[in-house]
C-alpha cells in the first residue's frame, strides 16, 4: 500500500512475515496531523494482520529520523480544541505502538527531535547510527515534552529524560541515547543498520506469535493508563501552544 499526499506519506510493505512502515516527509519528516493519522492506521492495521508477525517502523531519507511537530501546522491553530487534537496525533501513535500485539523494531538513521523521540521511545527494540542524535526541542518554543515524556521516560528514566527536557536547545549524542537505554545498539553505517534490523526482523517473525504477544504485554505493564494520562497532557500542550511566547519563537525558528 502506498498513499500519498501533500503532507508527505506512509509506505507499508509486507514480507516474510515482517510489516516495514515507512513515514516521510520533505520537511525533515515532520509529522503534521493528517500524517499521523496515517501512521497511526498503518500501525494498528499491522497489529491486526495475521501474516505480519514483526514490524519494523522506520522513515525516509538518510539524514533525519523525524523533526518532530510540523511547525506549519502548529503555526496555524487558533483555538484549543484544535491544539489539543494536534497533540493527540501523537498520543494516538504512541499508544497504537504501545497496543499493538507484535514487536515493533524501531530503525533509527540520523537525528531525531520532539516527537520524533517519543515515537523511537515507543517501539520495543531501537537501532540507530551514530549520527541518530537526539533533542527534546519543546521547551524552546514553549510548550515541553508532555505527550512524549511518558514513552520517553519509561526508557532512559526519569532523570535523564529531565535532562532532555531542560536542555532543550542541544543534542545529545546517539551513544549518550544508547547508554540511557534509548537505542539498544548504534552502528557505525546505514548499511550495518539495516543488516541488523533485518537480521533480527527475521529472528522475530520466526517466533511464537502467542509467545511474543505475551513478552510485549508484560513489557508495557504500568501503563495501562496512558490513554488518559496522554489525553491530559495534549490538553497541557494544546493550551500552552496558542500563547505568544510559543508563536513568537516557532515565528524565529522558521526563520533562521
Known amino acids: 500500500m502506498k498513499d500519498k499526499t ?7 510493505q509486507l514480507a516474510d512475515g515482517i510489516m516495514t512502515i515507512t513515514f516521510s516527509h520533505p520537511a525533515h519528516n515532520s509529522l503534521p496531523g493528517q500524517l499521523l493519522a496515517q501512521l497511526r ?3 494498528r492495521q499491522a497489529g491486526i494482520n495475521p501474516d505480519c508477525r514483526v514490524i519494523i517502523l522506520q522513515s525516509g531519507g538518510d539524514r533525519t ?12 491553530i487558533q483555538d484549543f480544541t484544535a491544539g489539543k487534537e494536534f497533540f493527540l496525533g501523537f498520543a494516538r501513535v504512541i499508544n497504537a505502538l504501545r497496543e499493538c ?16 523521540v517519543g515515537l523511537a521511545a515507543a517501539t520495543d527494540y531501537c ?13 524552546a518554543i514553549g510548550i515541553g515534552p508532555f505527550v512524549v515524556g511518558p514513552a520517553v521516560a519509561r526508557r532512559v528514566g526519569q532523570s535523564a529524560f529531565q ?3 531542560i536542555n532543550a536547545t542541544d543534542f545529545q549524542s546517539a551513544e549518550w ?3 540511557k537505554g534509548l537505542f539498544t545498539e548504534v552502528f557505525a553505517t546505514t548499511e550495518e543498520l539495516d543488516a541488523a534490523v533485518l537480521k533480527l526482523a527475521r529472528q522475530l517473525a520466526q517466533s511464537s506469535p502467542d ?7 508484560i513489557s508495557w505493564e504500568g501503563a495501562e493508563n496512558w490513554n488518559e494520562l496522554l489525553d491530559t497532557r495534549a490538553a497541557i500542550s494544546g493550551e500552552l501552544v496558542l500563547s505568544d511566547f510559543t508563536r513568537n519563537a516557532i515565528a524565529a525558528f522558521k526563520n533562521k
Not at 501533500?6 to 507499508?12: A, F, K, R, S, Y
Not at 529520523?65 to 496555524?76: K, R
Not at 537501532?127 to 521547551?139: C, H, I, M, Q, R
Not at 509467545?211 to 504485554?217: F, H, N, P, S, T
Open 6 to 12: 501533500l503532507l508527505g506519506q506512509i509506505d507499508t
Open 101 to 116: 500485539p507484535k514487536f515493533v523494531i524501531g530503525r533509527v538513521q540520523g537525528k531525531t527531535i520532539g516527537g520524533g
Open 177 to 179: 541515547a544508547r547508554e
Open 65 to 76: 529520523f523525524c523533526a518532530g511537530a510540523s511547525f506549519d501546522e502548529l503555526m496555524s
Open 127 to 139: 537501532l540507530a547510527t551514530t549520527f541518530a542524535a537526539v533533542k527534546l526541542s519543546e521547551l
Open 41 to 43: 492506521y498503518a500501525i
Open 211 to 217: 509467545a511474543m504477544r505475551e513478552l510485549k504485554r
Open 163 to 165: 535532562q532532555l527536557a
